[in-house]
């Protein structure tokens, strides 16, 4: 067979491929999109299938579970929130304290709807033993994100010794700001409560966590 002969049927495959991955990449596009306007329950199949604008089939085939397609968004939504960080972290550049810096941004950070969606996945998970398997397979690179950019936004505060512990609680506060926020939104009792936090943080920072 001629080089010309034997080129073009790998030329066809790569097109194909090429064409596979657009499709997956506006499927998950399209789910995304779906889970932060109107959340998990209405993001069906065929919704998502309707905002991509392909075929059954087509959908089937990159995500033969409904559980597959949402545990495929998570690292798309990590992506997001990585963003999200990043410009409260920049809104935030004028505070001079480092800790208050650290934890203001992230619950300014945890208010926007990419992260809002990917609690709400969790939430849906509880009772959805296929969805929290796929999602705990998903969430594991995920985690090593979060990971770094938590390291980045509190490097300031250097090693101290509580700092880890400080880290994961924050993480922890914001998560329930946001969840509370959904009924309750009180910007006053909430200021309040954050100012609480970053004073006790501050107490543990120099404390080391007992064996």
């Known amino acids: ?7 073009a049927p790998a ?18 596009d399209a789910a995304v999109a779906a889970l932060i306007e109107v959340g998990v329950a209405r993001t069906t199949t065929l919704e998502v299938q309707r905002r991509a604008g392909v075929s059954r089939g087509a959908l089937l085939h990159h995500f033969p579970t409904h559980a597959e397609l949402l545990s495929a968004t998570v690292a798309r ?8 960080i990043r410009e ?3 809104a935030a550049a004028h505070i001079a304290d480092p800790l208050s810096r650290g934890i203001r941004t992230l619950v300014s950070a945890f208010a926007h709807p990419s992260l809002v969606a990917e609690l709400e996945l969790w939430a849906v998970a509880r009772t959805d033993e296929g969805l ?13 994100e979060s990971d770094r950019v938590m390291a980045e936004l509190f490097a300031p505060l250097g090693d101290r010794p509580g700092l880890g512990r400080v880290v994961a ?9 946001a969840i509370t926020s959904i009924l309750r939104r009180d910007d006053r009792l909430r200021d309040q409560m954050v100012e609480s936090w970053i004073e006790a943080a501050r107490e543990m920072l120099d404390n080391r966590p007992a064996d």
Request: no cysteine; hydrophobic share 45%; net charge positive.
């Open 11 to 28: 030329a066809a495959a790569r097109v194909r491929g090429a064409q596979r991955e657009a499709t997956r990449l506006r499927l998950l």
């Open 77 to 84: 939504l990590v992506e997001m929130n990585e963003r999200a």
């Open 132 to 144: 929290r398997t796929a999602l705990r397979r998903a969430e594991k690179p995920a985690r090593a």
């Open 1 to 7: 067979m001629s080089k010309e002969g034997s080129a």
């Open 169 to 177: 609680l924050s993480v922890e506060f914001a998560r329930g700001l």
């Open 88 to 90: 409260e972290a920049a």
